[in-house]
T-cell receptor, first 112, second 118 residues
Framework: DSGVTQTPKHLITATGQRVTLRCSPR?????VYWYQQSLDQGLQFLIQ???????AKGNILERFSAQQFPDLHSELNLSSLELGDSALYFC???????????FGEGSRLTVL | AQKITQTQPGMFVQEKEAVTLDCTYD???????LFWYKQPSSGEMIFLIY??????QNATEGRYSLNFQKARKSANLVISASQLGDSAMYFC???????????????FGQGTILTVHP
């Protein structure tokens, strides 16, 4: 158990819909990261937040947005969903030092 | 831009034998970190080992060691005494330490599926 909690674990929805994925980082970790894992794109970094502020941005679509709240949990919002958005979405957290990221178990999104 | 290349889509190894998973990287940064993660069929990402670009000694963590050859830009993972539970997808990843920020923005390779035979 990495200590990073993601909900929901599985989500099935239709094209055009909007979903919210939630992440609670490890206790004490200030940084939260979102990654997308799909068959065609592999694992890709989406966005990073540190103590409530956006820190780095990767290949995140404009239809996607994220935020980190004062209690440090984070949400990833995916809107106008397309079939290609079907993927495993990981949240990870870390302290601001060199070292490993701790990943959650992922939220598997299926868009039908 | 950073790039990670894992040229072995799949590898097979006999239980109790050692196996090397290849990883080469490309970056123009001087300070960076290299990581290996394991992803079992259940889907979670498990951190295995880390190597900093300025570390002079190869990293080791239990049965895992990282064969770091900076001049060749390679960071191969060696698993000794393979176990059936080692069967999984293995990802090599890197991140730059440019600007002294954290290593959170990882670039991943495509992964290698390791199958351990009894």
């Amino acid at each position: 158990d990495s200590g990073v909690t993601q909900t929901p674990k599985h989500l099935i929805t239709a094209t055009g819909q909007r979903v919210t994925l939630r992440c609670s980082p490890r206790s004490g970790d200030l940084s939260v990261y979102w990654y997308q894992q799909s068959l065609d794109q592999g694992l890709q970094f989406l966005i990073q937040y540190y103590n409530g502020e956006e820190r780095a941005k990767g290949n995140i679509l404009e239809r996607f947005s994220a935020q980190q709240f004062p209690d440090l949990h984070s949400e990833l919002n995916l809107s106008s969903l397309e079939l290609g958005d079907s993927a495993l979405y990981f949240c990870a957290s870390s302290v601001e030092i060199v070292g490993e990221l701790f990943f959650g178990e992922g939220s598997r999104l299926t868009v039908l | 831009a950073q790039k990670i290349t894992q040229t072995q889509p799949g590898m097979f190894v006999q239980e109790k034998e050692a196996v090397t998973l290849d990883c080469t990287y490309d970056t123009s940064d001087q300070s960076y970190g290299l990581f290996w993660y394991k992803q079992p069929s259940s889907g979670e990402m498990i951190f295995l080992i880390y190597q900093g670009s300025y570390d002079e000694q190869n990293a080791t963590e239990g049965r895992y060691s990282l064969n770091f050859q900076k001049a060749r830009k390679s960071a191969n993972l060696v698993i000794s005494a393979s176990q059936l539970g080692d069967s999984a997808m293995y990802f090599c990843a890197m991140a730059s330490n440019a600007g002294g920020t954290s290593y959170g923005k990882l670039t991943f390779g495509q992964g290698t599926i390791l199958t351990v035979h009894p």
